[in-house]
Nanobody, 121 residues
């Protein structure tokens, strides 16, 4: 059974950093595109990043480009999202999900319970 468990969220001041982790089980991470999307209250879901297994390409939303970095540790079957220079508008619940295609997550995608990121002074 496929399972994704996110962790690493919290409260951080503007300009700060967080690293989110997503531990996968029930499937081999490196065989599937995987990424992160976020959901803020009153806003549409936003695809933040997606890592392709086909060609190794990585997608970032324009809103996070240059500040966020997605990575994967195949040995730990875990995907990460390093978030630097955080802004209040980054406040949201962050989910890792599979599969993805750039910023798109299909209706049949699987995701975890999410982790809350709050950027505030």
């Amino acid at each position: 059974q496929l399972q994704l468990v996110e962790s690493g969220g919290g409260l951080v001041q503007p300009g700060g950093s967080l690293r989110l982790s997503c531990a996968a089980s029930g499937f081999t991470l490196d065989r599937y595109n995987i990424g992160w999307f976020r959901q803020a209250p009153g806003k549409e879901r936003e695809g933040v990043s997606c890592m392709s297994t086909k060609d190794g390409s990585i997608y970032y939303a324009d809103s996070v480009k240059g500040r966020f970095t997605i990575s994967r540790d195949n040995a730990k079957n875990t995907v990460y999202l390093q978030m630097n220079s955080l802004k209040p508008e980054d406040t949201a619940v962050y989910y890792c999900a599979t599969p993805c295609l750039n910023g798109y997550y299909p209706p049949f995608a699987s995701w975890g319970q999410g982790t809350q990121v709050t950027v505030s002074s």
